[in-house]
């Protein structure tokens, strides 16, 4: 009886292939990754254009009152 074809896509399962795969995407430390989403926030925070601080004028009633004597209301 001949052994089927090998499809190419299928993996065998073997443990050479679990440690090579356990080392090459294996779990991260839990620091890591809660130091790295820190960091991501921070960095959406960083690029964020609607979060800019706008330096509020005060006016004075004189101020007011002209404004609302040009505009007509």
């Not at 443990?15 to 779990?27: P, S």
């Not at 620091?31 to 004028?57: H, T």
């Given at each position: 009886m001949k052994k089927p074809k090998w499809d190419g896509r299928s993996r065998p399962a073997n443990k050479a292939y679990d440690e090579g795969y356990?080392?090459?995407?294996?779990?991260?430390e839990q620091d890591q990754l809660k130091e790295s989403y820190?960091?991501?926030?921070?960095?959406?925070?960083d690029r964020d254009p609607f979060?800019?601080?706008?330096k509020e004028e005060k006016m004075t009633?004189?101020?007011?009152?002209k404004i609302e004597e040009r505009?007509?209301?």
């Amino acid at each position: 009886m001949k052994k089927p074809k090998w499809d190419g896509r299928s993996r065998p399962a073997n443990k050479a292939y679990d440690e090579g795969y356990n080392r090459i995407f294996g779990e991260k430390e839990q620091d890591q990754l809660k130091e790295s989403y820190k960091q991501s926030l921070q960095n959406k925070k960083d690029r964020d254009p609607f979060n800019i601080k706008v330096k509020e004028e005060k006016m004075t009633p004189e101020q007011l009152k002209k404004i609302e004597e040009r505009n007509g209301f």
